[in-house]
């Protein structure tokens, strides 16, 4: 059929809206008609020379939407279904089975390279050429994606379809970190560093277990204003501290350092300020692929303290999406003040908005018009 998308055709280009031949779903797929997609920082991974997904490429991974046909064998879905589309996963290695999708042995290849693990190619320009068009499962920078219906996840009838996308990833593996791995509770304390989407659906999760301590640490004031609104019962401008200052502001904050942190800015030093901060045993979970080496002092860890790796909040999608829902009707997550909507075709003033910082959280709406 015949779909409009956002296309990446090289590296440094930028984005153009391109009609796209994108097949009908095979056996175990859905089409979806896409409402509304988040566009997340790792959206641009592959503007990176020699990045695995290569260029054209349809990018987009936080996608909502319905369902607008289905292929064979699939059950629990029907055209018309409303639904979240999530990262791919096998289902069936050791890590899917035990619960942890976001490990599963073949995440890269499904995600990351941008093209279906199935070799036949599913989305072609109008000159017959291939377009990668299976990014993180899904591909949904366009009017319609296809995915497997293993990683769609149905959402009720009565919230703002839209803006759902980014519960898939960015809402997702913040507050699924807070929730499932760093597992803060009401008497807990930590400090989430880095106030974008990630770091600020981090406040929201924390705050919303009651957790006495909530710090946020980030260099701009109006972010930091923001987690303070969301829940953030402190806030740290990390604008000009060192390593060893960043980290005695937030021991003295929380009393006697944090029981758990979350980085999400990718930045060495602040991994370093984060453990630095922590209370003994405490531990750091780390979100981002990090820009360079952690140098740590020899008995940075000494006292039982860990730092350990995240993807996607480790959540189960079909699990916490609909709980995130729930939060968010209750008022305890209130996802959508991150967000700002533009039409598709403005696709290259929100990855321009989302550098400068104006724009936290950008979804695209296809077919919508300034
Ligand atoms: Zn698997
Ligand atoms: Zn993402």
Same mark, same amino acid.
């Given at each position: 059929?015949?779909?409009?998308?956002?296309?990446?055709?090289?590296?440094?280009?930028?984005?153009?809206?391109?009609?796209?031949?994108?097949?009908?779903?095979?056996?175990?797929?859905?089409?979806?008609?896409?409402?509304?997609?988040?566009?997340?920082?790792?959206?641009?991974?592959?503007?990176?020379?020699?990045?695995?997904?290569?260029?054209?490429?349809?990018?987009?991974?936080?996608?909502?939407?319905?369902?607008?046909?289905?292929?064979?064998?699939?059950?629990?879905?029907?055209?018309?279904?409303?639904?979240?589309?999530?990262?791919?996963?096998?289902?069936?290695?050791?890590?899917?089975?035990?619960?942890?999708?976001?490990?599963?042995?073949?995440?890269?290849?499904?995600?990351?390279?941008?093209?279906?693990?199935?070799?036949?190619?599913?989305?072609?320009?109008?000159?017959?050429?291939?377009? &990668? %068009?299976?990014?993180? @499962?899904? !591909?949904?920078?366009?009017?319609? +994606?296809?995915?497997? $219906?293993?990683? #769609?996840?149905? *959402?009720?009838?009565?919230?703002?379809?839209?803006?759902?996308?980014?519960?898939?990833?960015?809402?997702?593996?913040?507050?699924?970190?807070?929730?499932?791995?760093?597992?803060?509770?009401?008497?807990?304390?930590?400090?989430?560093? &880095? %106030?974008?989407?990630? @770091?600020? !659906?981090?406040?929201?999760?924390? +705050?919303?277990?009651? $957790?006495?301590? #909530?710090?946020? *640490?980030?260099?701009?004031?109006?972010?930091?204003?923001?987690?303070?609104?969301?829940?953030?019962?402190?806030?740290?401008?990390?604008?000009?501290?060192?390593?060893?200052?960043?980290?005695?502001?937030?021991?003295?904050?929380?009393?006697?350092?944090?029981?758990?942190?979350?980085?999400?800015?990718?930045?060495?030093?602040?991994?370093? $300020?984060?453990?630095?901060?922590?209370?003994?045993?405490?531990?750091?979970?780390?979100?981002?692929?990090?820009?360079?080496?952690?140098?740590?002092?020899?008995?940075?860890?000494?006292?039982?303290?860990?730092?350990?790796?995240?993807?996607?909040?480790?959540?189960?999608?079909?699990?916490?999406?609909?709980?995130?829902?729930?939060?968010?009707?209750?008022?305890?997550?209130?996802?959508?003040?991150?967000?700002?909507?533009?039409?598709?075709?403005?696709?290259?003033?929100?990855?321009?908005?989302?550098?400068?910082?104006?724009?936290?959280?950008?979804?695209?709406?296809?077919?919508?018009?300034?």
């Amino acid at each position: 059929m015949r779909i409009q998308a956002a296309v990446l055709r090289e590296r440094g280009a930028a984005f153009k809206i391109e009609n796209v031949e994108l097949a009908e779903p095979g056996p175990g797929e859905v089409l979806v008609e896409i409402a509304g997609t988040g566009f997340c920082h790792t959206d641009l991974l592959p503007r990176t020379d020699g990045f695995m997904a290569e260029p054209p490429l349809i990018l987009g991974h936080e996608g909502a939407g319905v369902v607008a046909s289905i292929g064979t064998g699939v059950t629990g879905l029907a055209v018309g279904s409303k639904v979240v589309l999530s990262f791919d996963h096998c289902g069936a290695c050791p890590a899917c089975i035990d619960g942890h999708p976001a490990y599963c042995r073949s995440f890269w290849r499904r995600n990351m390279v941008g093209r279906s693990h199935i070799a036949e190619d599913r989305a072609h320009d109008i000159t017959g050429r291939s377009i &990668g %068009a299976r990014w993180f @499962g899904q !591909s949904s920078f366009a009017t319609h +994606a296809l995915a497997e $219906a293993r990683t #769609v996840v149905p *959402v009720p009838d009565d919230v703002p379809l839209e803006i759902l996308g980014p519960l898939a990833c960015g809402v997702l593996t913040g507050a699924g970190s807070v929730f499932r791995v760093l597992r803060v509770t009401g008497a807990a304390s930590t400090a989430i560093y &880095g %106030a974008g989407t990630v @770091g600020l !659906s981090a406040v929201m999760a924390a +705050a919303s277990t009651g $957790a006495e301590y #909530v710090i946020a *640490v980030d260099r701009h004031r109006s972010r930091l204003d923001l987690a303070l609104e969301l829940g953030a019962t402190h806030v740290v401008d990390s604008t000009g501290l060192s390593v060893a200052e960043i980290a005695n502001v937030v021991k003295a904050i929380s009393k006697n350092g944090t029981d758990t942190a979350l980085d999400t800015t990718g930045a060495p030093s602040v991994v370093a $300020a984060a453990v630095a901060a922590l209370r003994p045993q405490g531990t750091v979970g780390l979100v981002s692929a990090l820009a360079g080496t952690i140098e740590l002092p020899g008995d940075a860890l000494a006292t039982g303290k860990t730092v350990t790796g995240i993807l996607e909040g480790d959540a189960v999608p079909h699990e916490l999406i609909p709980e995130l829902i729930d939060l968010w009707r209750q008022g305890r997550l209130p996802f959508d003040r991150l967000i700002r909507t533009y039409p598709m075709s403005d696709i290259n003033q929100a990855e321009a908005d989302m550098a400068s910082g104006d724009t936290i959280k950008a979804v695209l709406i296809p077919g919508a018009t300034t």
